[in-house]
């Protein structure tokens, strides 16, 4: 009986392991990925939330701190592009107690302000991310930038793609994102 019961603590203790790092997991890919929301619908609160006080950001040259950042990032964004799009792609990430790293590949889509261009840049976030009061969140991230190129957006002013009415995203709350609950007779703010 003793061995069975040995065998029994072994099994639940592994269990409360792995299911402590599968919620860590999503908890540091949540992190991430509302980061990735904030920076899209301008979502300032968002934003901030997703860094601790005391994080850093480097984008380039460009240093923030973690509750300045949104206003930086919001203001590079509105005067480059007119929607942009931030996609969370291959995510790495290794934990170690209330430490962890995180590799995240990023695709952004950014419009040009006259609808006629796109930007389209490849990198990666490399983030520190802290656990401090049950929370992760960032403690510091470096950007890097792989890929830019620049393509021809014109297919979004074409007649045949405007007749489909296909919903516009907006840089605020407007955003059916926010809609809650989300239903089909609720008109976007925007179609294209």
């Not at 409360?16 to 919620?23: I, K």
Request: hydrophobic share 35%.
């Amino acid at each position: 009986m003793t061995g069975d019961s040995t065998d029994a603590e072994e099994k639940f203790a592994r269990l409360q392991r792995d299911v402590q790092y599968l919620m860590d997991r999503t908890a540091i890919l949540d992190c991430v990925a509302q980061h990735a929301r904030g920076h899209d619908r301008h979502d300032i609160d968002l934003l901030t939330a997703t860094y601790h006080e005391d994080g850093v950001d480097e984008h380039g040259y460009a240093i923030n701190s973690g509750p300045e950042y949104a206003s930086w990032a919001n203001k590079i964004h509105a005067a480059a592009s007119s929607l942009h799009t931030h996609n969370i792609t291959t995510h790495s990430c290794e934990i170690d107690g209330d430490n962890a790293h995180a590799e995240s590949y990023v695709l952004v889509g950014l419009l040009s302000p006259d609808g006629k261009t796109a930007q389209l840049m490849s990198g990666r976030y490399l983030d520190r991310l802290e656990r401090r009061d049950g929370t992760w969140r960032i403690a510091v991230r470096r950007s890097t930038v792989e890929l830019a190129v620049t393509a021809d957006a014109s297919l979004l002013q074409n007649p045949f793609f405007t007749k489909q009415g296909f919903v516009k995203g907006t840089r605020d709350d407007r955003d059916l994102s926010y809609e809650r609950p989300l239903l089909l007779n609720t008109e976007p703010p925007e179609r294209w």
